[in-house]
């Protein structure tokens, strides 16, 4: 159980173009998600929680109007990148946490590898 | 400030040397703590939680333990493909991941 589908695992794209990830609980439904990004070799960093059915609350210094996110529906969310640049590389990660008590695990996607030209 | 510590940054055992991973954490309101395991270019796998101090979980080879300031994860007789990071996250008002501890577990 618990598990957490994201789409795409890699992508490759040229500067200037928007990219969009999925993240689907694929065995629960899940009122709270959150999308991490994740550098070589270093931990994972939150940027935002996403709520179903509400707006998203971002991290101190994660810029709203770059990265876009949307929860419309308890098994999905989806994190748009906006007008990529080579910065935004990275590996982002998405993970889902089941309803009930918010003191339990998340369970995480996969990851997507973005690379922007 | 919260904050969560993992130690050794990197650790190579031999095929069946048991040893420990730390996570030390100074956090205000400490809901729960969360073990992981990572593969490269894969997502965090969830192993255990632990709530109270005092609270041990076990799985195969691994035991997680918990204590008022920290956490260890024993692994006993490791295989080759224990070999992964492994991250502990800590639950205040948020979820604080560490740095994480990259094991090799050498045949």
């Known amino acids: 159980g618990a598990v957490v589908s994201q789409h795409p695992s890699w992508v490759i794209c040229k500067s200037g173009t928007s990219v969009k990830i999925e993240c689907r609980s694929l065995?629960?439904?899940?009122?709270?998600m959150f999308w991490y990004r994740q550098f070589p070799k270093q931990s994972l960093m939150l940027m935002a929680t996403s709520n179903e059915g509400s707006k998203a609350t971002y991290e101190q210094g994660v810029e709203k109007d770059k990265f876009l996110i949307n929860h419309a529906s308890l098994t999905l969310s989806t994190l748009t990148v906006t007008s990529a640049h080579p910065e935004d590389s990275s590996f982002y990660i998405c993970?889902?946490?089941?309803?009930?008590?918010?003191?339990?695990?998340?369970?995480f996607g996969d990851g997507t590898r973005l690379s922007i030209l | 400030e919260d904050q969560v510590t993992q130690s050794p940054e990197a650790l190579r055992l031999q095929e069946g040397e048991s040893s420990s991973l730390n996570c030390s954490y100074t956090v205000s309101g400490l809901r729960g703590l969360f073990w992981y395991r990572q593969d490269p270019g894969k997502g965090p796998e969830f192993l255990f939680t632990l709530y109270s101090a005092g609270e041990e979980k076990e799985k195969e080879r691994l035991k997680a333990t918990l204590t008022k300031k920290e956490s260890f994860l024993h692994i006993t007789a490791p295989k080759p493909e224990d070999s992964a990071t492994y991250l502990c996250a800590v639950q205040t008002y948020k979820y604080i991941f560490g740095t994480g501890t990259r094991l090799k577990v050498l045949a």
């Open positions: 993970s889902a946490r089941a309803p009930g008590a918010w003191d339990q695990p998340q369970h």
């Open positions: 065995d629960f439904q899940a009122t709270t």
